[in-house]
């Protein structure tokens, strides 16, 4: 069935350095890809979307690119910051079925 | 708007007990989403309403789950009969509605922290 693969499970990172997460999907027809960032006891939180047709998008410290062709999207966090500390999902959203399907999530732990 | 509410926020129950969750989706969201979230299995979409109709139940785990959405300002998940292995975080999201093309930003709500004993 449709899945989302999300690596890695756990990132430790000094202050500073960049952090990368990554997502890979199954179904080609998926064409939203949000990531959501939750902090220790709280809800998660939108912190950056690409949709289909665009390969890359920006804001601020934090970036994400799409791969269609390889069926994968990356979120690229710089500069980071010991409040950048979460865990984040990455999301799928498939078209022919109207299905959600939320990575199985990335604990970041940025080291002062 | 106050966002997305959600009660109780905290629920502690014996084992064979029915659970009622609730939700108030934000105004003039059409889609509202029902998640839960243990350590063991992150967070997993239960079912959703678009319009206030079910379009992925797939997510429910048994017979003993039960959601609906009476109205556009209101929804439920029911457990019953409860057991220790629903102790877990429920989440519920609402967002403008889905549509063939583009998906939108779920907004969630607080959660609530149900443990069965």
């Known amino acids: 069935g449709e899945n989302v693969e999300q690596h890695p499970s756990t990132l430790s990172v000094q202050e500073g350095d960049s952090a990368v997460i990554k997502c890979t999907y199954s179904?080609?027809?998926?064409?939203?890809f949000p990531w959501y960032k939750q902090e220790l006891g709280k809800r998660p939180q939108l912190i950056i979307d690409i949709r289909s047709n665009v390969g890359e998008k920006k804001d601020q410290r934090i970036a994400v690119t799409l791969n269609k062709t390889a069926k994968h999207f990356s979120l690229h966090i710089t500069e980071t910051q010991p409040e950048d500390s979460a865990v984040y999902f990455c999301e799928s959203y498939q078209d022919s079925s109207y299905k959600l399907i939320f990575g199985s999530g990335t604990r970041l732990l940025v080291r002062p | 708007d106050a966002g997305v509410i959600q009660s109780p926020r905290h629920e502690v129950t014996e084992m064979g007990q029915e659970v009622t969750l609730r939700c108030k989706p934000i105004?003039?969201?059409?889609?509202l989403f029902w998640y839960r979230q243990t350590m063991m299995r992150g967070l997993e979409l239960l079912i959703y309403?678009?319009?206030?109709?079910?379009?992925?139940d797939s997510g429910m785990p048994e017979d003993r789950f039960s959601a609906k959405m009476p109205n556009a300002s209101f929804s439920t998940l029911k457990i019953q009969p409860s057991e220790p292995r629903d102790s877990a975080v429920y989440f519920c999201?609402?967002?403008?509605?889905?549509?063939?093309?583009?998906?939108?930003?779920?907004?969630f709500g607080p959660g609530t922290r149900l443990t069965v004993l």
């Open positions: 179904d080609s027809a998926s064409n939203y």
């Open positions: 999201a609402s967002s403008l509605p889905l549509t063939g093309i583009e998906g939108n930003e779920q907004f």
């Open positions: 309403f678009n319009n206030n109709v079910p379009i992925d």
């Open positions: 105004s003039g969201h059409n889609s």
